[in-house]
């Protein structure tokens, strides 16, 4: 049988992987594609997201392909993985299959400084996709093929960009497991604004247990209820004048919890009414949703704030709506006093 190997560190696997596939079966007329996750790259230093979280993402999006598996021996083994030790693996495991092992025009430059170069394009025949039509040279016997390449990267991803380029099941996994969030804040927000959202999330999460209400929902209501605080005023317009004209007459200040409610949909690929709902209320505390009293009452409670909150903290978490009224009506006092 042939099989072609993607191998990479898929942190999320992407739309753009699986495009890579559907072109490698068809062009090297292999009967299966294995995906081949790597414990760590040893030319690459970045963090690596668990194992376990990776795989499954990849069984995910790999499981409406039957000609498309999962090869896990990279995980298996201890330590540092060479490519020339796994495919020797392979072979003792699968002594009647020929590998085509694919690679990228980056990874053809640096072919001579791989382990053992001269038995990998023994093992395998080598195949390098040239994505722009500027291939490197090098020195081994290795083919090259034409791939049209999707416009994204798992490192785009990983910054909460192109969202639209992963399986909806995937997505799902990554909001259920809470990866990629701080990525995902880093880039929109400024630092004290970040902590501050995974400050108040842990507190969201806090009231909702207390409360038997979803703590995965409460916590992303966390994350979320901010995005769209770094946003100018001319940035917020154009979404304000679609979504909620009628909301225009509030001072600016007001507007990210709209602007914000339309964004995670729209850019993050949630799709939760509630989310939205108390991500929309969240500055003015004008809905008595669960969630939404959470995101209010926890947004103006958050320990960073440096303020003693511990007693209203406990009257939240004892009587939701009794601790909503109480926080509004301070937030209330404080904003006359602020005129
Ligand atoms: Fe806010
Ligand atoms: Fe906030």
């Given at each position: 049988?042939?099989?072609?190997?993607?191998?990479?560190?898929?942190?999320?696997?992407?739309?753009?992987?699986?495009?890579?596939?559907?072109?490698?079966?068809?062009?090297?007329?292999?009967?299966?594609?294995?995906?081949?996750?790597?414990?760590?790259?040893?030319?690459?230093?970045?963090?690596?997201?668990?194992?376990?979280?990776?795989?499954?993402?990849?069984?995910?999006?790999?499981?409406?392909?039957?000609?498309?598996?999962?090869?896990?021996?990279?995980?298996?083994?201890?330590?540092?993985?060479?490519?020339?030790?796994?495919?020797?693996?392979?072979?003792?495991?699968?002594?009647?299959?020929?590998?085509?092992?694919?690679?990228?025009?980056?990874?053809?430059?640096?072919?001579?400084?791989?382990?053992?170069?001269?038995?990998?394009?023994?093992?395998?025949?080598?195949?390098?996709?040239?994505?722009?039509?500027?291939?490197?040279?090098?020195?081994?016997?290795?083919?090259?093929?034409?791939?049209?390449?999707?416009?994204?990267?798992?490192?785009?991803?990983?910054?909460?960009?192109?969202?639209?380029?992963?399986?909806?099941?995937?997505?799902?996994?990554?909001?259920?497991?809470?990866?990629?969030?701080?990525?995902?804040?880093?880039?929109?927000?400024?630092?004290?604004?970040?902590?501050?959202?995974?400050?108040?999330?842990?507190?969201?999460?806090?009231?909702?247990?207390?409360?038997?209400?979803?703590?995965?929902?409460?916590?992303?209501?966390?994350?979320?209820?901010?995005?769209?605080?770094?946003?100018?005023e001319?940035?917020m317009?154009?979404?304000m004048?679609?979504?909620c004209p009628e909301n225009m007459h509030y001072p600016c200040p007001v507007w990210h919890g709209f602007v914000?409610?339309?964004?995670?949909?729209?850019?993050?690929?949630?799709?939760?009414?509630?989310?939205?709902?108390?991500?929309y209320?969240?500055v003015l505390?004008t809905?008595?949703?669960?969630?939404?009293?959470?995101?209010?009452?926890?947004?103006?409670?958050?320990?960073?704030?440096?303020?003693?909150?511990?007693?209203?903290?406990?009257?939240?978490?004892?009587?939701?709506?009794?601790?909503?009224?109480?926080?509004?009506?301070?937030?209330?006092?404080?904003?006359?006093?602020?005129?």
């Amino acid at each position: 049988m042939k099989v072609a190997i993607v191998g990479g560190s898929f942190d999320p696997v992407h739309l753009g992987h699986l495009q890579m596939a559907h072109q490698a079966k068809e062009q090297l007329g292999v009967s299966q594609v294995w995906f081949l996750p790597t414990k760590k790259t040893p030319l690459k230093d970045r963090q690596l997201t668990d194992d376990q979280d990776r795989l499954a993402m990849l069984k995910m999006a790999l499981e409406p392909y039957p000609d498309y598996k999962v090869c896990t021996i990279e995980l298996e083994r201890e330590g540092t993985s060479y490519t020339v030790d796994t495919l020797k693996e392979l072979h003792a495991r699968y002594p009647d299959h020929e590998f085509f092992w694919l690679i990228g025009n980056d990874q053809l430059e640096q072919f001579d400084r791989w382990k053992e170069p001269d038995t990998l394009v023994c093992l395998a025949q080598f195949v390098c996709f040239d994505r722009d039509g500027k291939l490197g040279n090098t020195a081994y016997p290795i083919r090259r093929i034409h791939m049209v390449p999707m416009p994204v990267s798992s490192s785009e991803i990983r910054r909460g960009k192109k969202l639209n380029y992963l399986a909806p099941q995937v997505l799902d996994y990554i909001y259920q497991h809470r990866l990629y969030l701080k990525g995902f804040l880093e880039e929109r927000l400024k630092p004290k604004r970040v902590a501050h959202s995974f400050s108040v999330a842990k507190l969201c999460e806090e009231f909702a247990c207390a409360h038997d209400l979803d703590p995965n929902r409460a916590y992303l209501i966390g994350c979320f209820h901010d995005i769209a605080k770094n946003m100018t005023e001319a940035e917020m317009k154009p979404w304000m004048e679609i979504l909620c004209p009628e909301n225009m007459h509030y001072p600016c200040p007001v507007w990210h919890g709209f602007v914000a409610s339309e964004i995670v949909d729209r850019i993050f690929g949630i799709h939760d009414f509630q989310i939205r709902q108390a991500i929309y209320h969240h500055v003015l505390g004008t809905s008595t949703d669960p969630y939404a009293m959470i995101i209010f009452c926890a947004d103006k409670l958050d320990p960073l704030r440096g303020y003693p909150v511990q007693k209203q903290i406990d009257l939240v978490k004892q009587d939701l709506l009794q601790g909503f009224w109480m926080v509004k009506e301070e937030n209330q006092k404080y904003l006359e006093g602020k005129e």
